[in-house]
């Protein structure tokens, strides 16, 4: 057991060690399941076969050792040496493998349940959501928000709230399901997104904006054109690059939800179709988001963002955000 045991987690090693440096792309929650499953045979059999074993053998050398000192009683010897409870105590002790497996498995199965069901950490990988995240904040993720799903396979055996223009949400990436994108809601079912000009509009109405002072991105070294956007009842920032250019490029493979959009020179018209949500950046000019890929599917949702728990390069940042 020591042997697979030692196999199992070198095989952990390797995989953790290749997604990291990108060999290869990774599902967390199905490797937290698989983990969660692992160390659960683990510990049931620690408390079925191999602690009732432990206990056998305990009782076995007490035994023996009570033999042991009645028979030496019985010829007059009083003075008996060795202490039979420090023999016992390492009896009882849980093997190395026994204790990384099975002795985990509650710690393993909290933070699973804790993930699955309640709250996901999350890193901001670039600057398309800045200037409400920036590049490297740490954020938590309510995954019970918009209702309970099981984990793994994302499915809704619960619902709670629906989406709602101005959410900060997390999804997986409709492109490659394996990664987790995070973007503003800004389209429901059944709207009318307008993005002309780099002046958006939802079923012909101009959303509300006012100007604000211009943006100086630390990362770029550069100033954006930043303004104040208002989409329903959550007023957050946006930036744009004057220097860009208003009309989008979209991936051409994706034929599906280009038949619900139409692209000119002054940008892009879609209308969302059922089930779906369209989202967007706040980095208007630097975020590839709905405009480029289409619509975000109900079943892909995580969860909604709503706090910066560290940012190790700045931490003022820490705190809720819209």
Known sequence: MSALTGLLYGALVVYLGGWYLGSWSGNFSLLLFILTLATFG???????HFLPRRVAAASALEA????????????GIQQ??????????????????????????PVILAVF??????????????GSMIPTLAIG????????????????????????????????????YPVEPGVDYIKRVVGLPGDEVAYLNKKLSINGQPVETRPLPDFYDEDSL???????????????????????????????QFQNFRDNCRYNAEGVVCTVPPGH????GDNRDNSQDSRYWGFVPNENIVGKAFFVWMNFGNLRRIGSFH
Request: net charge positive; proline share 6%.
């Open 222 to 252: 550069r100033y954006a054109q930043q303004a104040s956007e208002k989409l329903g009842a959550v007023e957050h920032r946006i930036l744009t690059d004057k220097d860009r250019p208003g009309f989008v490029i979209p991936m051409p």
């Open 137 to 172: 904040d740490l954020i938590l993720v309510n995954k019970f928000h918009y209702g309970v799903r099981l984990p793994v396979i994302n499915k809704k055996i619960l619902a709670n709230n629906e989406p709602q223009r101005g959410d900060v949400m997390v999804f997986r």
């Open 80 to 105: 008996v040496d060795g202490n039979v409870a420090v023999a016992r105590e390492r009896v009882l002790a849980q093997p190395w493998w026994l204790d990384w497996t099975a002795g985990l498995f």
């Open 277 to 280: 949500y369209f989202m967007m």
């Open 42 to 48: 683990y510990w049931l059999a620690e408390r079925l």
């Open 113 to 126: 349940l804790l993930r699955s069901f309640l709250f996901e950490p999350f890193k901001i990988p670039s």
């Open 64 to 75: 023996q050792d009570a033999q042991r000192r009645s028979e030496l009683q019985r010829q």
